[in-house]
């Protein structure tokens, strides 16, 4: 009859710890594909945003440019300044902005990737094995009640 016990209890747990490694195997499928969507989703807003973004600057260049060339009288003046504008930003961009875009880009795609909802595996793995303690406990309290 002990031994009886024994297998069952076994198999028990051997059922549940198949069952832990299948949802386990579910979550991490889940947490893919949540965090592929989102990168996707983020990647297609930067490509529309960004695009217009582009057209909009540069309409705005041209017609500042334009503007410059009309004040200076002579149109190639205008575009020089413009770009000259342009490159005095990009060189402040290589020295100043690396670290301030490399933050601003972890923090966001680290953002994308753990979300604070998610329950981590190892607190999912505490709850299951709480869950089995008591399952075990309970099963120990029924058997001393039958055997009184």
């Known amino acids: 009859m002990a031994f009886k016990d024994l297998t069952d209890s076994l198999h028990r747990v051997t059922d549940r710890i198949e069952d832990y490694g299948l949802s386990m195997a579910e979550y991490y499928k889940l947490r893919l594909f949540k965090s592929a969507m989102k ?6 807003n930067l490509l529309v945003f960004g695009s217009l973004s582009l057209f909009v600057m540069l309409f705005l260049s041209v017609g500042a440019a334009f503007w410059l060339g009309t004040f200076f009288e002579e149109a190639y003046i205008g575009f020089l300044l413009i770009g000259g504008f342009y490159g005095i930003l990009l060189i402040f961009m290589f020295i100043f902005g690396r670290k301030i875009i ?8 680290s953002r994308l990737l753990y979300d604070e909802s998610d329950l981590e595996p190892k607190k999912l793995a505490e709850e299951e094995i709480t869950e089995y303690q008591q399952t075990l406990a309970e099963e120990a309290i029924r058997k001393e009640k039958i055997s009184n």
């Open 102 to 109: 490399e933050r601003n880009m972890l923090h966001k795609f």
């Open 39 to 44: 990168g996707s989703v983020s990647l297609v």
